[in-house]
């Protein structure tokens, strides 16, 4: 059983299945104390915050970055907005040409 490395507020690219690609926000684990393998993404648009998609994490790839904002609020149960996903997912997409090179360019932002 491999450790969930993802945290809520995170973002994350699907790597395989029909969205693959895709950039997503962790929102939390999905599953038992015994399940760590699945998380629950969401990206405001096909998949909001009310029906959240269930994703095993080997077909997520870790971008290494959390967004704090959205992190504090689901940390503290106050209600996160698909308004707000949608924001932040397009403000990170308008800085990168495609969803592949996504991780580089989130990774150059940092120094």
């Known amino acids: 059983m491999s450790e969930n490395k993802f945290i809520p507020g995170q973002l994350v690219i ?5 969205d693959a690609g895709r950039l997503y926000i962790v ?3 999905a599953g038992g104390e015994n399940d760590r393998k699945m998380v629950y ?4 648009q096909i998949r909001k915050m009310d029906r959240p998609k269930r994703k095993n994490v080997r077909h997520l790839e ?3 970055k959390v967004v704090p904002e959205i992190a504090q609020k689901i940390a503290t149960g106050r209600k996160v907005t698909d308004q707000e996903i ?4 397009e403000a990170t ?16 932002s940092d120094g």
């Open 14 to 18: 699907s790597r395989a299945g029909r």
């Open 27 to 29: 929102t939390g684990p």
């Open 41 to 44: 993404v969401v990206d405001g």
């Open 62 to 64: 870790d971008t290494g």
């Open 86 to 89: 949608r924001q932040v997912l």
């Open 93 to 108: 997409l308008t800085t990168v040409a495609s969803a592949a090179s996504v991780k580089e360019a989130l990774s150059d």
